[in-house]
């Protein structure tokens, strides 16, 4: 279990440690990650959200490809202000114009992220028990909160050293349904074993 300031200084020292790493490991990484998700043969889902990789970020290119098909539709996510914060719509990758923190965003196209099958996470840590941490901003966790009248399937996307043992989790946190990394996948929920447990290692 971790405090907030524990938290602090652990995203601190995650987000150093994925700047510094090359971009041979990144690449390699992210191919490695595609090929572990590839052995649990997921059916392709139609609405796919994805992200722009920045801050040092396992690129999910490859990850798409994997899990993309001819009727795979992809987008990108936009903050976008709804009921009085802002929160994630995914849009037309074609469309990309600035976006807030510097990260080119889709200005076309926007839908509500419940709308989509599945969504590719970013994350600076996750826990063995599906929890994740952002960079602090939140957003993540309101555009999927629970109250939603769909939950796309969350798979988060990271370096394996960015796995961690549990923490306290807030009520408003969101967990993932499974993540996958170089090392593997490992999943969180009922759902995530019936997609993805029975290829799984």
Sequence with gaps: MRNDAE?????????????????????AAAARAAAALARCAPLPPRHLGLYSPSDGEIDPAPLAATLSAGATQTYLPRLSPFAGRPQLRFGDPASLAPGRFGIPAPSQGLRPAWTLSWVIVPLVAFSTAGDRLGRGGGFYDSSFAAHWPHQPFLLGLAYAFQGCAPWASAPHDVRLDAVVTEAGVQCFSPRAQRLLGAARG
Excluded at 15 to 22: A, E, F, I, V
């Design 7 to 27: 938290l602090r200084r652990l995203r601190r020292t995650l987000r150093r440690q994925r700047r510094g790493l090359s971009p041979t490991f990144r690449a």
